[in-house]
């Protein structure tokens, strides 16, 4: 099929090391961009994203923030759905005895409580610095100026991320997405928002989902994989990101998506 939209996953699917895209990428996207839309769908923030598109030169595209919680065109937002601020109350109450950091995202805002090796490894590998300041200074903040979070990261350890997963999901599962990045990571966005959702928003001209042929890697993929007129996971996946896709590539570290797309596209 002559797809006409292309949307990628970032960490772990599109990007070959865990901060930049490769040569072959920027050279398969610069073959195919003027043929089809390139939109970059991400768990990351505004600017942890806008780097990657002005290397692949596709700055002019939309991009997906948040799991789908902040849709931007240019300076446009196409959509904003904020975890309420009680919410972020309970996260932090169930996080806060086990130690586990929480990184508080609204926005290209980003705050953390202290510094840490997880800390730094985002930093490093999305090129954003948070702001240092408590947790319960930038909960009272944010009910002050009636903004909630785009995202929530719960960075721990894997035995605090195995105790406070199933909290969560009782807690608050009807209300927030709740995704194991790994064992030391949990991501948290608004339960009606996802990849799939703010793709279906940038739908244009009559184009339909099968027009579209999406990427990824994760769990937050697998709605965007499965209902994708084709849906590709690469070599990494996870095996239920695999079971539900319609074609697996290589790994991420292989250059799976972009020889992907020089083999079909």
């Not at 997405?177 to 966005?189: C, D, F, G, V």
């Not at 239920?240 to 539900?244: G, H, N, Q, R, V």
């Given at each position: 099929m002559?797809f006409?939209?292309?949307?990628?996953?970032?960490?772990?699917?599109?990007l070959t090391t865990?901060?930049?895209?490769?040569e072959?990428?920027?050279?398969q996207?610069?073959?195919?961009?003027n043929?089809?839309?390139?939109?970059?769908?991400?768990?990351?923030?505004p600017k942890a994203?806008?780097h990657?598109q002005d290397?692949l030169?596709?700055a002019?595209?939309?991009?997906?923030?948040?799991?789908?919680?902040y849709?931007l065109d240019?300076?446009a937002?196409?959509?904003?759905v904020?975890i309420r601020?009680q919410?972020?109350?309970d996260?932090?109450?169930?996080?806060?005895?086990?130690?586990i950091?929480i990184g508080?995202y609204?926005?290209n805002?980003?705050y953390?409580?202290k510094?840490?090796?997880r800390?730094q490894k985002e930093?490093l590998?999305?090129?954003c610095?948070p702001v240092?300041?408590?947790t319960t200074?930038t909960?009272a903040?944010?009910k002050n100026?009636?903004?909630g979070a785009?995202?929530?990261m719960?960075?721990g350890?894997?035995d605090?991320?195995d105790?406070?997963f199933?909290?969560?999901?009782?807690?608050?599962?009807?209300?927030l997405?709740?995704?194991?990045?790994?064992?030391?990571?949990?991501?948290?966005?608004p339960?009606?928002?996802?990849?799939l959702s703010?793709?279906?928003?940038?739908l244009?001209?009559?184009?339909?989902l099968?027009d579209?042929?999406a990427f990824g890697?994760?769990?937050?993929?697998?709605e965007?994989?499965?209902?994708?007129?084709c849906?590709?996971a690469?070599?990494?996946?996870?095996q239920?990101?695999?079971?539900?896709a319609d074609?697996i590539?290589?790994?991420?570290t292989?250059?799976?998506v972009?020889?992907?797309?020089?083999q079909?596209?």
């Open positions: 002559d006409k939209i292309l949307c990628s996953d970032l960490d772990g699917t599109l865990k901060s930049d895209v490769s072959l990428t920027i050279a996207i610069a073959r195919i961009k043929k089809m839309r390139i939109i970059l769908v991400s768990a990351r923030m994203m806008r990657l290397d030169a596709i002019y595209e939309p991009i997906i923030c948040y799991n789908g919680a849709v240019g300076i937002e196409i959509a904003s904020e601020t919410d972020l109350q996260v932090y109450e169930l996080a806060n005895p086990l130690g950091l508080l609204h926005k805002e980003w953390v409580s510094d840490s090796e800390v930093i590998y999305t090129k610095k240092f300041r408590d200074a909960l903040d944010w100026r009636k903004i785009h995202k929530i719960l960075m350890t894997k605090s991320s105790a406070i199933p909290k969560l999901q009782k807690a608050l599962g009807t209300t997405n709740l995704y194991r990045s790994n064992n030391t990571l949990i991501e948290i966005a339960k009606s928002v996802s990849k703010a793709i279906q928003l940038l244009k001209n009559n184009l339909t099968k579209v042929v890697d994760n769990y937050n993929d697998i965007m994989i499965r209902v994708a007129g849906g590709v690469v070599g990494n996946a996870r239920e990101l695999k079971a539900i074609h590539t290589l790994k991420n292989e250059d799976g972009a020889r992907y797309i020089a079909h596209l």
